[in-house]
């Protein structure tokens, strides 16, 4: 039973030290080999934008970048992240905080409710138009399909994610 206003340690025996970029600025950690990348965004590093949904990797709300490529947060060991570039949706909107084009493109299309699922929904969207899958809505939406929308915003955000594609804005933020 832990103790009141004991303060919680920030290392454990086994820690690992741990070096890699986040949005762009060098993160230097000790990690615990058990701590998902998902735990230490929001909980170490303060960027509550990537979303805990349902922490298995079924929903596709703790969607992020790692290289360029995307990943649910939840099941990647933050150790193996070491000397990678991981994207947030911290990190999407631009230098002056502009939005993305995608970002616009969700206000746009209507392509969000309640928004809770929208960061994990961008950032997949952003790797959909990356990788070549967004020409045809049947594709666009096979790809998307790990990404669960509670609101059944489905529509819209498929075309937000075409539409962006079609302009062919949707420059590649993750490196």
């Given at each position: 039973m832990a103790v009141p206003n004991q303060a919680v340690p920030t290392t454990v025996a086994g820690s690992v030290p741990a070096a890699f970029q986040v949005n762009d600025r060098l993160v230097e950690l000790d990690l615990d080999p058990r701590e998902s990348l998902l735990d230490v965004l929001r909980e170490r590093l303060g960027m509550t934008?990537?979303?805990?949904?349902?922490?298995?990797?079924?929903?596709?709300?703790?969607?992020?970048?790692?290289?360029?490529?995307?990943?649910v947060s939840c099941l990647t060991p933050a150790v193996q992240v070491?000397?990678?570039?991981?994207?947030?949706?911290?990190?999407v909107a631009g230098p002056d905080r502009e939005l993305h084009p995608l970002q616009q493109a969700f206000i746009d299309n209507d392509a969000l409710q309640c928004g809770y699922c929208t960061p994990g929904q961008i950032m997949s969207g952003l790797a959909c138009i990356a990788?070549?899958?967004?020409?045809?809505?049947?594709?666009a939406r096979e790809y998307l399909s790990g990404n669960l929308c509670r609101c059944g915003a489905y529509e819209g955000i498929i075309a937000a994610v075409r539409g962006c594609s079609a302009q062919g804005t949707a420059e590649e933020v993750s490196g």
């Open positions: 934008g990537t979303k805990k949904g349902c922490d298995h990797g079924q929903c596709g709300a703790c969607t992020v970048h790692i290289d360029g490529r995307r990943v070491r000397g990678t570039t991981v994207t947030t949706i911290e990190g990788e070549g899958h967004a020409d045809t809505d049947d594709r």
